[in-house]
């Protein structure tokens, strides 16, 4: 039962576009949402973070959106930099951390 | 301040063994939990240890097991080792009552390899 979603496993993006990362998830009392960066034989790596009280958060180049009524989030990274490639996951706070089985990042030069 | 440690990096075992994996959270830390991951499959939550007590548990087999010292520091065993138990296991640590409370923070895992 994946209570987190994240359906695109790979995304490829030009450097210096916005790269534009999904996932969905379908238990409404999550109450904090996370984005996780991860290289390859390395653990993830915390990028940013939102309540649910928020609807938006930003951190640099990094802006995570969160749509309650749809149970939607989104990490928007702008501009992309050949740096980011890495897979992404995203994870819902409940009882435990919920994780998404990640998205793979590949910024083309 | 140092971040969270996990030891040994690489192991390869043979099935029907045993493994012990060891976890030392970032200091003041006294939550670790503990992830499987497996390609296409995402991090599987195995159990979070808080204060020396499993506090929540995930569903995997008796086979896995863990526990939390006095010192935070944590194990986790797996019994009986199968072929699928090849992957990298994560542990991650969440802090005290502080701004990233509800952050966990991962170690670099430790990858076994089960033959």
């Known amino acids: 039962d994946q209570q987190v979603k994240q359906n695109s496993p790979s995304l490829s993006v030009q450097e210096g576009r916005i790269s534009i990362l999904n996932c969905d998830y379908t238990?409404?009392?999550?109450?904090?949402f996370l984005w996780y960066k991860k290289y390859p034989a390395e653990g993830p790596t915390f990028l940013i973070s939102?309540?649910?009280?928020?609807d938006k958060n930003e951190d640099g180049r990094f802006t995570v959106f969160l749509n309650k009524s749809a149970k939607h989030l989104s990490l928007h990274i702008v501009p992309s930099q050949p740096g980011d490639s890495a897979v992404y996951f995203c994870?819902?706070?409940?009882?435990?951390?919920?994780f998404g089985t990640g998205t793979s990042l590949t910024v083309i030069p | 301040k140092a971040g969270v440690t996990q030891t040994p990096r690489y192991l390869i075992k043979t099935r029907g063994q045993q493994v012990t994996l060891s976890c030392s959270p970032i200091?003041?830390?006294?939550?670790v939990s503990w992830y499987q991951q497996t390609p296409g499959q995402g991090l599987q939550f195995l159990f979070e240890y808080f204060s020396e007590t499993q506090r929540n548990k995930g569903n995997f087999p008796g086979r896995f097991s863990g526990r939390q010292f006095s010192n935070s520091r944590s194990e986790m065993n797996v019994s009986t080792l199968e072929l699928g138990d090849s992957a990298l296991y994560l542990c991650?640590?969440?802090?005290?009552?502080?701004?990233?409370?509800?952050?966990?923070?991962f170690g670099p895992g430790t990858r076994l390899t089960v033959l």
């Open positions: 939102i309540s649910s009280i928020k």
């Open positions: 991650a640590s969440k802090g005290p009552i502080t701004s990233d409370a509800d952050t966990q923070y």
């Open positions: 200091s003041g830390h006294r939550s």
């Open positions: 238990n409404s009392m999550f109450d904090y």
């Open positions: 994870a819902a706070s409940g009882n435990q951390f919920y």
